[in-house]
């Protein structure tokens, strides 16, 4: 169900932003690029980027990495981030919402201190939770949403709760994605 909601947020993305490169006098809009310094697209996340979890089948330092997003629409109010596994599911390692329109990066192991409002991860945290996959090349994607308004959310929402709240408000995406193999 996660999945088809996801789905469903991400083609309502892309048509606002159709309609958005369209408005007379608006900025053009689209995809935005995400990239990072600490994993490149189609990389393998570090080390120590891995949860400490699961009675120590994964021991990292559970730092998210470091993100960079460029071009997003000039009329973006706030940012989310999140991070799903795509092998699992679509199981949520993050989710932070209302960045305020002026941050565009965060460095290595920010999402503690990011400003806005941390969601909960299907792990049951709040905030960063890394990879530790049981098996071989999972897929984990990187998202930044740019939205048209702050969203109504309370600390600690989980992703049904972002899902309702951004629709109609999400601008343009853009997506990094790496894999892991586990454990770590």
């Given at each position: 169900m996660r999945a088809s909601a996801l789905t469903a947020l991400v083609a309502l993305a892309l048509a606002g932003c159709a309609a958005s490169a369209t408005e007379p006098g608006g900025s053009s809009s689209g995809s935005i690029a995400l990239a990072s310094v600490d994993v490149a697209a189609g990389?393998?996340?570090p080390d120590w980027s891995t949860a400490s979890a699961f009675a120590g089948q994964c021991a990292g330092a559970n730092l998210s990495p470091a993100l960079a997003?460029?071009?997003a629409p000039g009329e973006s109010v706030?940012?989310?981030?999140?991070?799903?596994?795509q092998s699992a599911h679509d199981f949520v390692h993050w989710i932070h919402a209302n960045?305020?329109?002026?941050?565009?990066?965060?460095?290595r192991g920010a999402s503690a201190t990011l400003a806005g409002i941390a969601g909960t991860?299907?792990?049951?945290t709040t905030g960063?939770?890394?990879?530790?996959?049981?098996?071989?090349d999972h897929r984990y994607v990187f998202t930044v949403w740019a939205?048209?308004?702050p969203l109504d959310l309370p600390v600690g929402f989980r992703f049904a709760d972002f899902v309702s709240a951004a629709t109609g408000h999400v601008l343009a995406t853009g997506t990094l994605a790496a894999v892991r193999s586990g454990p770590a």
């Open positions: 990389g393998v996340l997003w460029y071009e706030t940012f989310a981030l999140t991070m799903t596994d960045i305020p329109a002026d941050t565009t990066s965060i460095g991860t299907d792990a049951g960063y939770f890394g990879p530790c996959p049981p098996g071989p939205l048209d308004a």
